[in-house]
């Protein structure tokens, strides 16, 4: 089982950026991929990005590429996501979740708590 702890939400003004991070433990963390998703309020949860085990393959939603980008330090345990350009549109509460296994498509099967984008028009 992989323990998550996400961080870094926050307010922000339309076309400003933030920067995610999730903390993993519990499984060796080169050993899976590791994605974000986020669910607004009243909607389904929907996939942003992922990224495979070693850092070289990712993986974006249409809704956010060329704005977000997905990184990983195997080193420190860690998954990064960049938001550039934010949008209001962009406001949910973000989830980073740990893959099955170590390619990008692996369905994911840990889930961290949550923390809150909120973008401001």
């Known amino acids: 089982q992989v323990q998550l702890v996400e961080s870094g939400g926050g307010l922000v003004q339309a076309g400003g950026s933030l920067r995610l991070s999730c903390a993993a433990s519990?499984?060796?963390?080169?050993?899976?991929?590791m994605g974000w998703f986020r669910q607004a309020p009243g909607k389904e949860r929907e996939f942003v990005a992922a990224?495979?085990?070693?850092?070289?393959?990712?993986n974006y939603a249409d809704s956010v590429k060329g704005r977000f980008t997905i990184a990983r330090d195997n080193a420190k345990n860690t998954v990064y996501l960049q938001m550039n350009s934010l949008r209001p549109e962009d406001t949910a509460v973000y989830y980073c979740?740990?893959?099955?296994?170590?390619?990008?498509?692996?369905?994911?099967?840990?889930w961290g708590q949550g923390t809150q984008v909120t973008v401001s028009s």
């Open positions: 979740a740990a893959g099955k296994a170590r390619s990008v498509s692996s369905a994911f099967g840990s």
């Open positions: 519990g499984r060796t963390f080169s050993s899976y991929a």
């Open positions: 990224i495979n085990w070693s850092g070289g393959v990712t």
